[in-house]
């Protein structure tokens, strides 16, 4: 269960000057965010799930404002030849997604994704406008992008150790899941590692790590992208229209998982190369797959 609200404010104020030779827009707007995600407690008998949560506090409840400025300077008829109009254009733009961002593997509220604009080019027409070239060059930036596809998930390899495992054999590896030991506190409630039985010995029950917050835990990466836009078209008579466009886009990625990253190689690291857990990680009767590995 989840609920997102969002209050608006914005105002756009566009100016003439120059006797419409320049003309200036700016815009300034402002929004608050508030998101609920239900966090539900199981029946302590059977660690199943009823009942509709409470929505409870807030994750996130921020405002966030931005700002866009753009001008378009037209060039005076008399600088230039008789039937040519000539105008250059500038735009600084800001914006972001006011949506539920989720939480990051710390299970803390996670950052909107938001990202800047910035573009300019020249237009030009001739012969009473029947040709029209217009060329633009920008470059967008866009910060804490939420990652889709296949995600790095350490939940399942540890829901396997817990189910696999005495906890005599995890104490005896000094392996403890809820000291802060093995995994960030954050991190066990963020991709909901738990026992479907808690009222069992841990390698009675199956182990699930399944987000049951509600809320979905992120990784993220920042793109960028910059390039050239041209668009030509021309109109010989009133019944015929020739248009060509080309636009050539170079994107970047950066920043890629910078909160999930170092962790995840932490746990690399520490855990899963451990020498004390290695046997942990080993089923004592491995199940032959299909094709006999």
Do not use: C
Not at 53 to 78: C, F, I, M, N, R
Not at 105 to 123: C, D, K
Not at 175 to 183: A, E, H, K, P, R
């Amino acid at each position: 269960r989840s609920y997102n609200g969002i209050k608006s404010i914005s105002t756009v104020l566009q100016s003439e000057f120059l006797g419409g030779h320049l003309v200036a827009t700016g815009s300034w707007r402002r929004d608050a965010i508030e998101s609920f995600v239900a966090t539900a407690a199981p029946d302590p008998a059977t660690g199943l799930y009823f009942g509709v949560p409470a929505l409870g506090a807030p994750v996130y409840d921020d405002s966030v404002s931005q700002t866009s400025l753009g001008t378009v300077v037209h060039v005076p008829e008399k600088w230039l030849p008789k039937g040519i109009e000539l105008s250059l254009h500038y735009v600084d733009s800001q914006n972001f997604a006011a949506s539920s961002a989720g939480v990051d593997i710390f299970n803390r509220p996670a950052p909107l994704q938001s990202g800047t604009t910035e573009e300019y080019g020249v237009a030009l027409s001739a012969f009473d406008r029947k040709l029209y070239i217009r060329a633009n060059f920008f470059e967008t930036n866009q910060e804490w992008e939420a990652l889709t596809g296949v995600l790095p998930q350490i939940g399942n390899t540890i829901t396997l150790v817990m189910e696999n495992n005495t906890p005599a054999a995890l104490a005896a590896a000094g392996w403890d899941l809820y000291n802060g030991s093995i995994l960030n506190p954050g991190t066990i409630t963020a991709l909901g590692i738990r026992p479907l039985n808690p009222n069992v010995p841990n390698n009675e029950t199956e182990w699930v790590a399944d987000n049951i917050a509600g809320t979905s835990t992120k990784y993220f990466q920042n793109t960028s992208s910059e390039g050239m836009e041209l668009e030509i078209s021309y109109a010989p008579t009133s019944n015929w229209r020739m248009a060509f466009n080309v636009s050539k886009t170079e994107s970047f990625v950066s920043n890629v998982m910078p909160i999930a990253g170092p962790e995840l190689t932490r746990i690399a690291r520490e855990v899963f190369l451990d020498p004390r857990f290695a046997n942990l990680f080993i089923v004592p009767n491995p199940t032959l797959q299909p094709d006999g590995t």
